[in-house]
């Protein structure tokens, strides 16, 4: 009788259609083996069958990209013979299951994507989002997962040696059950020295380096391709356990071992661990890969064949070297306290052999492995949404206690908390760490720097995907522009629901297609990222959340803070103070925080205009003539001028005229908006007209006040105090 | 001046010293690695780096001090060889005695990284001789296990010797007494929590880091 049944096939999360496939593919019955390899290889996190015929429409070119998508990460050119290779990737499950090693082990991920290209990691950011820490149900829960993930993030960083640079931590419901754990990471790379996941080289031995394979992690892939349930938390066998210090030490050798010359194609171990390398590097190059399971360093005994080409054991790189030079790989590892093994050859018939103490256990072709996973295009019907268009009514009684309210709230509070728990200077290129609009850090090689920003708003894309996705696009570029970078490229993590049902499949579409073409609007093309899909927990899906990590360059300069520096100077608010209305308000952190609704639409953009604003206040920053400069975002004018305000110098200012009510005046996020304060009101003026933005004079700068004429007044301290306090009185609650 | 980085592995401010070393101070630097059991002779000044020496898993600093190049490190300092130690570089000068206490888990059990106000408690040491007594310098921190504690009468003995090099004027970790920096009887090893090789770059923030290293290269002078 067979051993794989309907059930075992349901097991692995294989629908009877993609058996079919695999039956036809391999002309007969798989054994138990392969039919595991073919599931982790044909999931959804190894094969993006849902979303690879949407991402098709994003753009991936530009003169500056010398590595689009399909490696283990992006490379753009950053001139004097250097590039960036960066990536973001989710750890979204793992992290619900167990929130530390989860977390941690979604950093060591990605530094491998970087370091397995020949990058050396300079930096991380990580976008973190949880339910709220204040629910009476789930409460003590999330803030038990976000102080998880946080020392799982500090605890693999800092050991590692990467500062952890900044991020975004978000709070709201639909995350109660579905954290969302997003890591970039970024290096620098010599432009010669660029390596491939490829096994090229008939006969060329196959090494594993690294650590030794144990039973951890088996089935990850299928795993976060799955909703949760009651059961999932059953599944914490699954989740990997992460060592930095080994981590480490893969870099310095992995390097070093570059170095040699030796090494023809690398890529880490991460996802289906063995599995994914082995026909990944044979498919990309064209060749076959055949290894002996006995070779492999193993730290448990009794493994079967199925939980040694499945097991996702960290810390493990997969390497074909140049084939007569073995032991100048062998010798950088014993250095460096590694094993590595060489466990088989590349073969010219693409196939993947694997045998264990010389018996075939797997036979099957590399191609169909990574390249022939059925693809989907999912039925798309029109977005879910279940809030209405009309605004409710509202007035606000106290327009300061307002501010303080949302100054105090999970998005906009201080994240302080979180980051001095994570060494954000190790490496000495922090120009600007954690707490900015964008950070930035400096490239010794190119005596160039680069800004990176990271930034997702669920409820926008929940309201509207296509516009939604479009804002993210253009805030995370207006970020890097106000610190005086030029946006260059973008790496984007796709958190999204069941992609299976159809209105949660309309939301995926729909965010690509408006990515698309802010992407081609901002010439920030992208150059590989990451789809989480079924972000749901008994049945409900997360916010649409599509996050993006926009890269942009800059000459080494002395970074222009967000904040006011000096007393007396002129306040400006690049690009006016906009328009608005109650429809285009009901995705705004005041009517998350304060009305505790949703509704409308989010708020409107003119792509060219923002672009505009991204151009004058680059030039602006460029020529030193902003003293200071902090972008309008979540929670709008009131909520920048009063972080603006945070050194202890605040403002006075009038607002022009204007039809707007009050709470919409103050606190409405529309875009293509910059607070700056200046000694040279004239030459801005005349810089920012020279790109048709106005830059409307509103105030001065003034020790320890914040005034908005007419409407709110305070000390600097009453809104400082409750907003530097308000994340740690939450968890402590 | 030339010095000598120790790389362990697990060492990960070894590249952040031996840069600020030759950019920023504009004197020599090499690598030692942690198998050597010699220093150099033309090393005037050894530095242990922060980081997490072979992982800091059994506790800070704990089996460095069994490594060879230590043994070297011990020889090179009774013989009056300077030593100074960072962060994990302090945590292994502790371990292997060649200064009093320990440093244990931050009393808020949690790593913590930012810059630090340091008040400089003495300038009769090769390391602070081009600073003022009770001038304020800001330098980063950025560790876990950064609460110095020894007996009372160690303390009292630091204190009285003029040994405690540094004091924090905002307690960040616990530390006794705010002891954030001290030397030996012979006043020629440092050891340190914060981070001075990252505060040797206005670019960075605060070039009061390179006070440390502007005292050692006038004590080598004077030598």
């Known amino acids: 009788m067979s051993t794989i049944t309907p059930e075992v096939v349901a097991a692995h999360s294989l629908t009877p259609d993609e058996y079919q496939k695999i039956l036809s593919l391999l002309g007969r019955e798989p054994s138990l083996t392969e039919l595991g390899i073919f599931s982790v290889m044909w999931s959804e996190h190894c094969s993006y069958k849902s979303s690879k015929v949407h991402l098709k429409k994003l753009p991936t070119r530009s003169q500056l990209v010398l590595l689009g998508p399909g490696e283990n990460a992006g490379i753009i050119d950053i001139g004097k013979g250097y590039g960036i290779a960066f990536k973001i990737e989710s750890h979204n499950h793992p992290s619900f299951i167990e929130p530390f090693q989860g977390a941690a082990t979604g950093v060591g991920g990605i530094l491998r994507d970087i370091f397995t290209m020949g990058a050396r990691p300079i930096a991380v950011l990580d976008s973190i989002r949880f339910g709220p820490l204040d629910d009476p149900q789930t409460g003590a829960r999330n803030r038990r997962i976000l102080e998880g993930v946080v020392s799982g993030i500090a605890h693999y960083g800092n050991c590692f040696g990467v500062p952890t640079v900044g991020g975004e931590c978000v709070f709201h419901k639909s995350y109660d059950g579905n954290p969302l754990v997003n890591v970039f990471a970024l290096g620098v790379i010599p432009k010669d020295k660029i390596f491939f996941g490829r096994a090229e080289g008939i006969g060329n031995p196959v090494i594993y380096v690294g650590a030794k394979t144990g039973r951890d992690g088996i089935h990850g892939a299928t795993m976060a391709s799955d909703e949760f349930t009651e059961e999932s938390k059953q599944k914490r066998p699954n989740v990997q356990m992460g060592d930095p210090f080994l981590e480490k030490l893969l870099l310095e050798a992995c390097l070093e071992a570059m170095y040699t010359g030796a090494v023809v194609g690398i890529q880490d171990m991460g996802a289906a661990g063995l599995t994914c390398s082995t026909c990944e590097m044979g498919s990309r190059a064209g060749t076959g890969v055949e290894i002996d399971l006995k070779y492999v360093p193993q730290r448990e005994t009794g493994m079967s064949p199925y939980e040694i080409m499945l097991s996702e054991s960290q810390e493990r790189m997969l390497l074909v070297a140049e084939k007569g030079r073995e032991q100048e790989i062998f010798d950088v590892f014993n250095k460096w306290g590694l094993d590595s093994a060489t466990i088989g050859f590349v073969t010219d018939d693409g196939m993947l052999r694997v045998r264990d103490h010389g018996v075939l256990v797997a036979e099957i072709n590399n191609r169909d492995l990574a390249d022939e996973a059925p693809i989907y295009n999912r039925p798309h019907t029109k977005p879910h949404r279940n809030v209405p268009m009309e605004a409710p009514a509202f007035a606000s009684a106290d327009l300061k206690a307002d501010l303080i309210q949302l100054l105090t709230s999970g998005d906009l509070c201080s994240k302080k908390w979180i980051y001095e728990q994570y060494d954000s200077m190790v490496r000495t290129n922090t120009l600007s760490g954690p707490g900015g609009d964008a950070a930035i850090v400096r490239v010794k090689e190119t005596g160039t720097s680069v800004a990176i920003s990271l930034d997702g708003n669920g409820r926008y894309c929940y309201l509207d995907p296509r516009e939604g996705a479009k804002l993210v696009v253009a805030e995370a570029c207006r970020n890097v522009s106000t610190v005086g970078a030029l946006p260059v490229a973008a790496t984007n993590n796709l958190n999204f629901g069941n992609p299976q049902r159809p209105e949660i499949m309309a939301q995926l579409v729909e965010a690509i297609e408006g990515m698309a073409d802010a992407c081609l609007h901002f010439e920030t093309p992208i150059t590989g990222g990451n789809v989480s899909l079924y972000n749901e927990t008994l049945g409900e899906g997360i916010l649409p959340t599509p996050v993006m990590g926009i890269v942009g360059l800059m000459p080494t300069q002395a970074p222009v803070p967000s904040r006011f520096q000096n007393e007396d100077r002129t306040v400006m608010l690049l690009g006016g103070i906009g328009n608005t209305d109650e429809v285009h308000f009901g995705g705004t952190q005041y009517a998350h925080v304060l009305l505790k609704q949703m509704w409308g639409l989010p708020p409107a953009l003119d792509m060219a205009f923002e672009k505009n604003v991204h151009a004058a206040i680059r030039e602006l920053v460029g020529a030193g003539l902003v003293e200071s400069a902090h972008d309008l975002s979540d929670g709008g004018f009131a909520v920048a001028l009063a972080e603006a305000s945070f050194d202890g110098i605040g403002a006075t200012v009038t607002l022009p005229g204007s039809s707007l009510r009050p709470e919409l005046l103050l606190f409405h996020e529309g875009p293509s908006r910059i607070l700056v304060s200046t000694n040279s009101p004239e030459e801005v003026s005349k810089l920012a007209d020279k790109h048709g933005v106005p830059a409307v004079i509103i105030g001065t700068t003034v020790k320890g006040q914040v005034v908005i004429e007419g409407y709110l007044r305070a000390a600097v301290e009453e809104l400082h105090q409750p907003w530097a306090t308000a994340l740690e009185s939450a968890l402590h609650a | ?223």
């Open chain 2, 1 to 223: 001046m030339k010095a000598g980085v120790v790389v362990f592995p697990g060492s990960n401010c070894d590249h952040d010293a031996h840069y600020a070393v030759t950019q920023n101070v504009g004197a020599q630097a090499a690598l030692l690695w942690h198998q050597e059991s010699t220093i150099p002779s033309d090393i005037d000044v050894v530095i242990l780096p922060g980081g997490f020496s072979y992982g800091d898993y059994l506790r800070c600093g704990a089996i460095a001090k069994f490594s060879p190049i230590i043994g070297a490190v011990k020889k090179f300092a009774d013989a009056g060889g300077l030593v100074m130690g960072f962060c994990n570089g302090f945590q292994i000068l502790t371990e292997c005695g060649l200064l009093p206490g320990a440093l244990i888990r931050n009393n808020g059990l949690k790593f913590r990284c930012h810059p630090v106000s340091l008040r400089v408690e003495t300038t009769n040491t090769p390391f602070t001789n081009a600073a003022e007594k009770g001038q304020i310098l800001s330098i980063p921190i950025a560790h876990g296990e950064g609460c110095y504690t020894a007996e009372p009468h160690v303390l009292d003995q630091l204190e009285a010797e003029d040994r405690v090099v540094f004091r924090y004027v905002q307690n960040p970790n616990g530390s006794l007494r705010d002891i954030a920096g001290i030397c030996n009887a012979g006043r020629n090893v440092l050891g340190m929590m914060p981070h001075p090789e990252r505060a040797t770059d206005p670019l960075m923030g605060s070039t009061d880091g390179l006070f440390v290293f502007r005292s050692l290269l006038s004590a080598l002078v004077a030598k």
